[in-house]
């Protein structure tokens, strides 16, 4: 199983986070792509990546995947990729192309919300609930990344099963 990994990766903690979780997958088994590692569209010293280049090897990278990893936030990039995998498994092919699985780790999330303190005075999180639903009619929403992994090893078992009983 391929997972296509989406998310936060322009500071340097998200690219050491993004790397250190591609790892976890691949010690899983997992074929994984990481923006963070693609070249050439990521070699900062090039002066001749546009957008359409970045699309296009992006795109490529996500159709070759089975599964989109988003890690949960603002990030429009990210939820176009997770929208684009999220239409490809309901209406192109369901068989190759499994959904979306969010990670929201964000640690906002732990707190109470207090009806006390409205809007920005309120410390809990806040995700937009658009991609929340979507998330959960797709493969799910996960608060750590152990419990994601935990989520793709039942997913790959799953689907190896069922592919092995069609063969």
């Not at 979780?21 to 990481?34: I, K, M, N, P, W």
């Not at 998330?135 to 994601?148: E, N, W």
């Amino acid at each position: 199983m391929r997972i296509y990994m989406a998310g936060a990766m322009f500071t340097e903690a998200d690219k050491q986070y993004n790397l250190r979780l591609a790892d976890q997958l691949r010690s899983h088994g997992f074929e994984v792509y990481c923006p963070n590692e693609s070249e050439p569209i990521n070699d900062k010293t090039r002066t001749d990546v546009t957008g359409k280049m970045i699309y296009d090897f992006d795109i490529r990278e996500l159709e070759a995947s089975n599964v989109v990893l988003l890690q949960v936030s603002e990030d429009s990039g990210s939820n176009w990729e997770a929208g684009y995998m999220d239409a490809l498994s309901k209406y192109v092919d369901p068989e190759r192309w499994y959904g979306v699985m969010g990670m929201a780790t964000d640690i906002r999330l732990q707190s109470i919300p207090n009806r006390a303190q409205a809007g920005v005075d309120n410390q809990a999180g806040y995700l937009n609930q658009l991609v929340v639903g979507g998330l959960q009619k797709s493969l799910g929403i996960y608060r750590t990344a152990d419990d994601a992994i935990a989520r793709l090893i039942e997913i790959r078992t799953v689907r190896e099963t069922s592919e092995s009983s069609r063969n």
